[in-house]
Protein backbone atom coordinates (compact mmCIF):
# COMPACT_ATOMS: atom_id res chain seq x y z
CA UNK A 1 0.00 0.00 0.00
CA UNK A 2 1.01 3.72 -0.63
CA UNK A 3 0.09 6.38 1.97
CA UNK A 4 -0.94 8.78 -0.97
CA UNK A 5 -3.76 6.16 -0.92
CA UNK A 6 -4.21 6.26 3.20
CA UNK A 7 -6.53 8.03 5.00
CA UNK A 8 -4.21 9.06 7.92
CA UNK A 9 -7.19 9.72 10.18
CA UNK A 10 -7.78 6.03 10.37
CA UNK A 11 -4.55 6.24 12.32
CA UNK A 12 -6.20 8.77 14.60
CA UNK A 13 -9.22 6.37 15.38
CA UNK A 14 -7.20 3.53 16.18
CA UNK A 15 -5.07 5.78 18.90
CA UNK A 16 -7.81 6.56 20.58
CA UNK A 17 -9.64 3.08 20.74
CA UNK A 18 -6.23 1.70 22.14
CA UNK A 19 -6.05 4.72 24.96
CA UNK A 20 -9.76 4.89 25.48
CA UNK A 21 -10.70 1.40 25.64
CA UNK A 22 -13.44 1.12 23.63
CA UNK A 23 -15.58 2.61 20.66
CA UNK A 24 -17.94 4.45 22.70
CA UNK A 25 -14.89 6.47 24.95
CA UNK A 26 -13.12 7.12 21.33
CA UNK A 27 -16.22 8.09 19.84
CA UNK A 28 -16.64 10.88 22.69
CA UNK A 29 -12.79 11.97 22.33
CA UNK A 30 -13.03 11.94 18.79
CA UNK A 31 -16.39 14.09 18.82
CA UNK A 32 -17.84 11.39 16.51
CA UNK A 33 -20.46 9.25 16.40
CA UNK A 34 -19.85 5.44 17.39
CA UNK A 35 -20.96 4.26 13.81
CA UNK A 36 -18.41 6.82 12.16
CA UNK A 37 -15.98 5.22 14.17
CA UNK A 38 -16.69 1.51 13.83
CA UNK A 39 -16.61 2.29 10.39
CA UNK A 40 -13.05 3.87 10.60
CA UNK A 41 -12.40 0.63 12.40
CA UNK A 42 -13.90 -1.85 9.62
CA UNK A 43 -11.44 0.27 6.83
CA UNK A 44 -8.70 0.35 9.13
CA UNK A 45 -8.86 -3.81 9.58
CA UNK A 46 -9.17 -4.16 6.00
CA UNK A 47 -6.55 -2.04 5.10
CA UNK A 48 -4.28 -4.12 7.66
CA UNK A 49 -5.27 -7.53 7.52
CA UNK A 50 -5.64 -7.72 11.10
CA UNK A 51 -9.31 -7.49 13.60
CA UNK A 52 -7.12 -4.67 15.76
CA UNK A 53 -9.22 -5.37 18.70
CA UNK A 54 -11.09 -8.14 19.78
CA UNK A 55 -13.90 -7.48 22.33
CA UNK A 56 -13.94 -8.93 25.77
CA UNK A 57 -17.39 -7.84 27.93
CA UNK A 58 -17.44 -4.03 27.35
CA UNK A 59 -13.73 -3.15 26.70
CA UNK A 60 -12.04 -3.56 23.39
CA UNK A 61 -9.26 -5.29 23.71
CA UNK A 62 -5.77 -4.87 20.98
CA UNK A 63 -4.38 -7.91 19.85
CA UNK A 64 -0.40 -8.76 19.22
CA UNK A 65 -0.18 -6.72 15.66
CA UNK A 66 -1.76 -3.70 17.67
CA UNK A 67 0.09 -3.70 20.46
CA UNK A 68 3.39 -4.32 17.93
CA UNK A 69 2.42 -0.90 16.36
CA UNK A 70 0.86 0.95 18.35
CA UNK A 71 4.12 2.65 19.45
CA UNK A 72 5.58 3.93 16.44
CA UNK A 73 1.41 5.22 15.25
CA UNK A 74 1.65 7.36 18.00
CA UNK A 75 5.26 8.56 17.60
CA UNK A 76 4.34 9.52 13.89
CA UNK A 77 1.48 11.16 14.68
CA UNK A 78 3.07 13.41 17.74
CA UNK A 79 5.51 14.14 14.78
CA UNK A 80 2.70 15.31 12.65
CA UNK A 81 1.16 17.30 15.38
CA UNK A 82 4.19 18.96 15.83
CA UNK A 83 4.60 20.20 12.62
CA UNK A 84 1.11 21.34 12.15
CA UNK A 85 2.02 23.41 15.39
CA UNK A 86 5.12 24.77 14.08
CA UNK A 87 3.35 26.45 10.73
CA UNK A 88 1.19 28.70 13.56
CA UNK A 89 4.76 29.57 14.82
CA UNK A 90 8.29 30.47 14.31
CA UNK A 91 11.10 31.31 16.71
CA UNK A 92 13.96 32.04 14.61
CA UNK A 93 16.07 32.27 17.52
CA UNK A 94 15.76 28.19 18.34
CA UNK A 95 14.32 26.89 14.90
CA UNK A 96 16.50 24.39 13.43
CA UNK A 97 16.04 24.31 9.93
CA UNK A 98 18.08 24.48 6.73
CA UNK A 99 16.55 26.86 3.58
CA UNK A 100 17.37 25.95 0.24
CA UNK A 101 17.90 28.08 -2.38
CA UNK A 102 17.37 27.75 -6.14
CA UNK A 103 20.21 30.49 -8.01
CA UNK A 104 22.26 30.79 -10.88
CA UNK A 105 26.28 31.79 -9.91
CA UNK A 106 25.71 35.55 -11.37
CA UNK A 107 23.30 36.02 -8.37
CA UNK A 108 24.64 33.88 -5.99
CA UNK A 109 27.56 36.50 -5.26
CA UNK A 110 25.29 39.05 -4.85
CA UNK A 111 22.65 37.73 -2.85
CA UNK A 112 24.55 35.58 -0.30
CA UNK A 113 26.87 37.67 1.93
CA UNK A 114 23.71 40.39 2.63
CA UNK A 115 21.45 37.72 2.96
CA UNK A 116 24.06 35.24 5.29
CA UNK A 117 24.86 38.39 7.53
CA UNK A 118 21.19 38.74 8.26
CA UNK A 119 20.56 35.11 9.34
CA UNK A 120 24.01 34.75 10.82
CA UNK A 121 23.11 37.92 13.66
CA UNK A 122 19.36 36.66 13.95
CA UNK A 123 19.70 32.40 14.40
CA UNK A 124 22.39 30.26 15.29
CA UNK A 125 20.65 26.92 13.60
CA UNK A 126 19.14 28.56 10.48
CA UNK A 127 21.27 27.16 7.29
CA UNK A 128 21.10 27.85 4.08
CA UNK A 129 22.12 25.74 0.81
CA UNK A 130 22.41 27.00 -2.91
CA UNK A 131 22.10 25.19 -6.25
CA UNK A 132 21.74 25.54 -9.39
CA UNK A 133 17.57 25.15 -10.44
CA UNK A 134 16.25 23.68 -13.36
CA UNK A 135 13.37 26.61 -15.07
CA UNK A 136 11.73 23.11 -17.01
CA UNK A 137 11.33 22.10 -13.33
CA UNK A 138 11.00 25.23 -11.21
CA UNK A 139 7.23 24.25 -9.95
CA UNK A 140 7.71 20.42 -9.28
CA UNK A 141 10.77 21.75 -7.14
CA UNK A 142 9.56 24.09 -5.18
CA UNK A 143 6.27 22.06 -4.37
CA UNK A 144 8.41 19.44 -3.44
CA UNK A 145 10.30 21.64 -1.23
CA UNK A 146 13.71 20.78 -3.24
CA UNK A 147 13.77 24.50 -3.32
CA UNK A 148 12.07 26.97 -0.50
CA UNK A 149 12.52 29.47 -3.05
CA UNK A 150 14.33 30.25 -6.20
CA UNK A 151 16.00 33.36 -7.79
CA UNK A 152 16.00 34.42 -11.70
CA UNK A 153 15.20 36.13 -14.05
CA UNK A 154 11.29 36.45 -15.46
CA UNK A 155 10.02 33.13 -16.30
CA UNK A 156 6.98 31.89 -17.34
CA UNK A 157 5.01 29.97 -14.62
CA UNK A 158 1.94 28.64 -13.25
CA UNK A 159 -0.31 30.68 -10.56
CA UNK A 160 0.71 28.00 -8.50
CA UNK A 161 4.30 29.49 -8.49
CA UNK A 162 4.51 33.28 -6.46
CA UNK A 163 6.32 35.99 -8.11
CA UNK A 164 8.52 39.15 -6.80
CA UNK A 165 10.17 41.48 -8.64
CA UNK A 166 13.42 41.81 -6.50
CA UNK A 167 15.64 44.34 -8.90
CA UNK A 168 16.89 45.77 -11.87
CA UNK A 169 20.21 45.59 -12.62
CA UNK A 170 21.58 47.49 -15.61
CA UNK A 171 24.17 45.83 -17.94
CA UNK A 172 27.61 47.43 -17.89
CA UNK A 173 30.29 46.57 -20.97
CA UNK A 174 34.31 45.43 -19.25
CA UNK A 175 37.19 46.00 -22.17
CA UNK A 176 40.44 45.80 -20.42
CA UNK A 177 42.62 48.64 -19.85
CA UNK A 178 43.82 50.12 -23.09
CA UNK A 179 41.92 48.79 -25.24
CA UNK A 180 42.51 49.91 -28.94
CA UNK A 181 39.09 50.48 -30.46
CA UNK A 182 37.34 52.01 -27.10
CA UNK A 183 37.88 55.52 -25.37
CA UNK A 184 36.38 57.30 -22.90
CA UNK A 185 33.43 56.68 -24.32
CA UNK A 186 31.46 53.18 -25.85
CA UNK A 187 29.30 54.29 -28.31
CA UNK A 188 26.79 51.64 -30.05
CA UNK A 189 28.51 51.45 -33.30
CA UNK A 190 31.84 50.70 -32.03
CA UNK A 191 30.14 47.72 -29.70
CA UNK A 192 28.59 46.44 -32.48
CA UNK A 193 32.14 46.53 -34.31
CA UNK A 194 34.29 44.76 -32.05
CA UNK A 195 33.98 41.30 -30.91
CA UNK A 196 32.42 39.96 -27.80
CA UNK A 197 32.14 37.13 -25.27
CA UNK A 198 28.36 35.72 -24.14
CA UNK A 199 28.29 33.99 -21.61
CA UNK A 200 25.14 31.75 -21.24
CA UNK A 201 24.84 27.99 -20.23
CA UNK A 202 23.11 27.07 -23.35
CA UNK A 203 25.03 25.55 -25.88
CA UNK A 204 23.28 28.14 -29.07
CA UNK A 205 21.00 30.83 -28.94
CA UNK A 206 21.17 35.02 -28.65
CA UNK A 207 21.89 36.31 -24.84
CA UNK A 208 19.83 39.61 -23.85
CA UNK A 209 21.99 41.92 -24.95
CA UNK A 210 21.90 40.00 -28.92
CA UNK A 211 18.26 40.33 -28.29
CA UNK A 212 18.37 44.07 -27.54
CA UNK A 213 20.41 44.46 -30.81
CA UNK A 214 17.94 42.37 -33.26
CA UNK A 215 15.33 45.13 -32.43
CA UNK A 216 17.99 47.94 -33.98
CA UNK A 217 18.03 45.82 -36.70
CA UNK A 218 22.38 45.09 -35.83
CA UNK A 219 24.31 42.33 -35.08
CA UNK A 220 27.50 41.76 -33.41
CA UNK A 221 30.50 38.99 -33.76
CA UNK A 222 30.85 36.66 -31.00
CA UNK A 223 33.98 35.25 -30.86
CA UNK A 224 33.54 33.16 -26.94
CA UNK A 225 30.89 31.36 -25.82
CA UNK A 226 31.30 30.45 -22.10
CA UNK A 227 29.56 29.05 -18.72
CA UNK A 228 31.58 31.46 -16.18
CA UNK A 229 31.90 35.46 -15.68
CA UNK A 230 34.69 34.94 -13.89
CA UNK A 231 36.78 33.18 -16.92
CA UNK A 232 34.83 35.83 -19.00
CA UNK A 233 36.93 38.38 -17.60
CA UNK A 234 39.78 36.73 -17.35
CA UNK A 235 39.65 36.43 -20.86
CA UNK A 236 38.30 40.27 -21.39
CA UNK A 237 41.51 41.27 -19.24
CA UNK A 238 43.96 39.37 -21.61
CA UNK A 239 42.11 40.40 -25.26
CA UNK A 240 40.68 42.32 -26.87
CA UNK A 241 37.33 41.21 -26.65
CA UNK A 242 34.33 43.02 -24.51
CA UNK A 243 31.99 41.38 -22.01
CA UNK A 244 28.85 42.81 -21.39
CA UNK A 245 27.39 41.41 -18.20
CA UNK A 246 24.94 42.76 -14.98
CA UNK A 247 26.50 46.05 -13.08
CA UNK A 248 26.17 44.56 -9.58
CA UNK A 249 28.25 40.98 -10.38
CA UNK A 250 30.61 43.22 -12.38
CA UNK A 251 31.50 45.63 -9.49
CA UNK A 252 32.11 42.51 -7.70
CA UNK A 253 34.83 40.71 -10.28
CA UNK A 254 36.39 43.73 -11.28
CA UNK A 255 38.16 43.44 -7.54
CA UNK A 256 40.02 41.01 -8.95
CA UNK A 257 40.44 42.15 -12.42
CA UNK A 258 41.46 45.71 -14.01
CA UNK A 259 38.79 45.92 -16.53
CA UNK A 260 37.32 49.17 -17.48
CA UNK A 261 33.65 49.15 -17.04
CA UNK A 262 31.37 51.24 -19.10
CA UNK A 263 27.52 52.03 -19.60
CA UNK A 264 25.80 49.62 -22.08
CA UNK A 265 25.30 51.94 -25.14
CA UNK A 266 21.64 49.14 -25.11
CA UNK A 267 19.03 51.76 -24.06
CA UNK A 268 16.78 50.07 -21.31
CA UNK A 269 18.91 46.58 -21.22
CA UNK A 270 18.96 45.39 -17.92
CA UNK A 271 19.42 42.12 -15.91
CA UNK A 272 15.97 41.55 -13.53
CA UNK A 273 15.93 38.99 -10.81
CA UNK A 274 12.65 37.83 -9.72
CA UNK A 275 11.87 35.95 -6.59
CA UNK A 276 9.77 32.64 -6.79
CA UNK A 277 8.32 29.96 -4.28
CA UNK A 278 5.26 27.92 -4.28
CA UNK A 279 1.57 28.77 -2.84
CA UNK A 280 1.61 26.28 -0.33
CA UNK A 281 4.52 27.62 1.13
CA UNK A 282 2.75 31.42 1.71
CA UNK A 283 1.50 29.85 5.07
CA UNK A 284 4.67 28.58 6.02
CA UNK A 285 6.49 31.90 8.63
CA UNK A 286 9.54 30.27 8.38
CA UNK A 287 10.01 30.53 4.48
CA UNK A 288 8.14 33.87 4.56
CA UNK A 289 11.10 34.83 7.11
CA UNK A 290 13.24 33.46 4.96
CA UNK A 291 12.03 35.17 1.52
CA UNK A 292 11.67 38.43 3.47
CA UNK A 293 15.89 38.74 4.31
CA UNK A 294 16.62 37.82 0.52
CA UNK A 295 14.27 41.08 -0.40
CA UNK A 296 16.41 43.09 2.06
CA UNK A 297 19.12 42.23 0.37
CA UNK A 298 18.13 43.77 -2.85
CA UNK A 299 16.98 46.98 -0.83
Known amino acids: MHISKTDLNLFVVLESIYAQGGITRAADQLNLSQSAVSHALNRLRELLGDPLFERHGHAMVPTPFTRSIIGRVRDALHTLELTLHETDRFDVESTVRRFSLGVRDVLEAVVLPPVMKQIVAASPSLDVATAQH ?7 DLLAGTFDAAIDALLPVPQTVRTAHLASDGLVVLSRRGHPQVGRRLTLDTYVGA ?32 MHYFAACRVVSETDLLLTMPGRYAQLLNELF ?30 AWFRQKIVDAFV
Do not use: F, I
Open 134 to 140: DRRTLEA
Open 195 to 226: QHVLVTSRRRGLGMEDMELVKLGLQRQVRLRC
Open 258 to 287: DNVMHPCPLDGASADAYLYWHANADADPAN
